[in-house]
């Protein structure tokens, strides 16, 4: 951490993030400037998809993280296709063809092709168990899908002023948020038009247990 003590100035990209480097550093939070990562203004809030009766889920990234193993467990036995955005490892595609999820996958999408997968789904999950930021959180938001995370997703969001205006649930132990979330298409298109107000919003974070 030689380099951290020895600069001038220090800038994360969310208040956890500094909080970070201040347990493993040593250093002052004064020392720390936040600066959240912006989003490119081509996320915008997108018309709800048509839906076939199959609720259509979208799971950004693979790594460890990212908590996909548990995301295809709380899936388990619902009418939904998983789209995973991200290449999937040897435990995963064995959890896939164990699960009898409906489920596809891309690798290396373009910025376009990644906005076009947010306004393609029906709902974001995004299970992170450790995150600096957690950008699927803010996308998700700007194109006015429900999201369903981890309380420790949300929390590293919590210090930014777009984070604790997002409407978002908890994934709980039992997977119970995702199967309440794709039951019920009144509550996610709520949960959608919340999200795409952005920061203007008056919607508040949400835990479902």
Not at 77 to 103: K, P, T, Y
Not at 146 to 160: E, I
Request: proline content about 5%; hydrophobic content about 40%; aromatic content about 4%.
């Amino acid at each position: 951490m030689g380099p951290a003590r020895s600069a001038g100035r220090i800038v994360a990209i969310s208040e956890f993030t500094a909080t970070e480097v201040v347990r493993h550093t040593g250093l002052t939070r004064q020392s720390i400037s936040v600066v959240p990562v912006s989003i490119d203004d081509a996320f915008v809030p997108q018309a709800q998809r048509q839906t076939d009766g199959v609720t259509r889920v979208l799971f950004v990234g693979s790594t460890p993280n990212k908590n996909l193993l548990r995301c295809i467990e709380a899936l388990g036995g619902l009418e939904v296709e998983l789209h995973i955005v991200g290449r999937i490892d040897d435990d995963a595609q064995r959890a896939l063809a164990a699960s009898a999820l409906r489920w596809t996958n891309e690798v290396g999408v373009s910025d376009e092709r990644l906005r076009r997968c947010y306004a393609e789904c029906d709902l974001v999950l995004f299970p992170s168990t450790y995150e600096g930021f957690g950008m699927p959180i803010v996308e998700a938001q700007a194109t006015g899908r429900p999201l369903v995370t981890s309380d420790r997703a949300r929390d590293v969001m919590a210090g930014d002023d777009r984070g604790p205006r997002a409407h978002v649930v908890r994934v709980p132990a039992a997977g119970g948020a995702p199967r309440d979330m794709q039951g019920d298409a009144a509550e996610r298109q709520g949960v959608g038009r919340a999200a795409g107000a952005g920061p203007r919003s008056d919607r508040r974070l949400r835990a479902v247990d």
